[in-house]
T-cell receptor, first 113, second 114 residues
Framework: GESVGLHLPTLSVQEGDNSIINCAYS??????FIWYKQESGKGPQFIID?????DKRQGQRVTVLLNKTVKHLSLQIAATQPGDSAVYFC????????????FGTGTRLLVSP | GAGVSQSPSNKVTEKGKDVELRCDPI?????LYWYRQSLGQGLEFLIY????????KSGLPSDRFSAERTGGSVSTLTIQRTQQEDSAVYLC????????????FGQGTRLTVV
């Protein structure tokens, strides 16, 4: 499966800073990618998505960058707020069928006031 | 309903007992996913449904785990003869089933095997 070890990587930032969370995905043929935010005790919540024919997409305070050459995704959060503290996961829709949603290693974001 | 609904939200069971976890997807969503998340870990894929069929069961950990979906809607994940290592949060998600649409998650069922 795609489970990871007990200790998720952690990114600690100050409120107001910009945050960058990175993710390496597994399948070069994947054509759709999603970032999810998971707060304690809750299910993952959709943040932003990007298709493989794009290299950048912007939302409100968030930007996703896709580098297919090195199979790398990043999530940039502008002016990070304490409410952004959560675990962030990237996910890809992989072949065959491009319906199976495969999650990458999560990153814990801690925002200090 | 407005979102993905899972029940129960919490379940404590004795080792060796069977449990059933239920997922009500968003109305009209044809794709349904089950994941398992152990404490402090990532999401482990279990099974995926498209309609009532399960084209991908590759993540089911053992033959004690099974899932079904009826009427293209509600799904049940069954764990037989539960073991302590089955303790985790079981998450369900649904999507419209098209290639490039996001999946929406329920709040999960926290299963504790004692």
């Amino acid at each position: 499966g795609e489970s990871v070890g007990l200790h998720l990587p952690t990114l600690s930032v100050q409120e107001g800073d910009n945050s960058i969370i990175n993710c390496a995905y597994s399948n070069s043929a994947s054509d759709y990618f999603i970032w999810y935010k998971q707060e304690s005790g809750k299910g993952p919540q959709f943040i932003i998505d990007i298709r493989s024919n794009m290299d950048k997409r912007q939302g409100q305070r968030v930007t996703v960058l896709l580098n297919k050459t090195v199979k790398h995704l990043s999530l940039q959060i502008a002016a990070t707020q304490p409410g952004d503290s959560a675990v962030y996961f990237c996910a890809e829709k992989a072949p065959p069928g491009f319906q199976k949603l495969v999650f990458g290693t999560g990153t814990r974001l801690l925002v200090s006031p | 309903g407005a979102g993905v609904s899972q029940s129960p939200s919490n379940k404590v069971t004795e080792k060796g007992k069977d449990v059933e976890l239920r997922c009500d997807p968003i109305s009209g969503h044809t794709a349904l996913y089950w994941y398992r998340q152990s404490l402090g870990q990532g999401l482990e894929f279990l099974i995926y449904f498209q309609g009532n069929s399960a084209p991908d069961k590759s993540g089911l950990p053992s033959d004690r785990f099974s899932a079904e979906r009826t009427g293209g809607s509600v799904s049940t994940l069954t764990i037989q003869r539960t073991q302590q290592e089955d303790s985790a949060v079981y998450l369900c998600a649904s999507s419209q089933g098209q290639l490039r649409t996001e999946a929406f998650f329920g709040q999960g069922t926290r299963l504790t095997v004692v």
